[in-house]
């Protein structure tokens, strides 16, 4: 399995920036994907989370800021990010495979790094 993400980098607060993931060697359609995220410092947070069906949830720092969204037909899921802040610096991970044993998913991406500074 490899997950491929792109679309990081600088942006002043209150721009926009679009992630996304292509995933391969991986049954996408029937697969939760998610982004997380990890600040200097903070453990690894959940941003956002799809669900095969396309269901939606965020975490509530980021509710009515970014957008979740899934292309099946080319393995792709991407986060599209607006009115970004400076506390969303981190770097942003792609996830797949949810795990409900271990209640975790169980491919990672390596990482995009997103700065929000002016």
């Known amino acids: 399995v490899r997950l491929v993400e792109s679309g990081g980098g600088l942006v002043q607060p209150g721009g926009s920036l679009r992630l996304s993931c292509k995933a391969s060697g991986i049954a996408f359609r029937v697969n939760s994907m998610a982004w997380y995220r990890q600040a200097p410092g903070k453990q690894r947070e959940l941003v956002a989370r799809?669900?095969?069906?396309?269901?939606?949830n965020y975490t509530d720092s980021v509710l009515g800021r970014f957008t979740i969204s899934r292309d099946n037909a080319k393995n792709t899921v991407s986060l599209q990010m607006n009115n970004l802040k400076p506390e969303d610096t981190a770097v942003y991970y792609c996830a797949a495979g949810w795990l409900p044993s271990a209640n975790q998913f169980q491919y990672w991406g390596q990482g995009t790094q997103v700065t929000v500074s002016s």
């Open positions: 799809i669900s095969p069906s396309s269901g939606t």
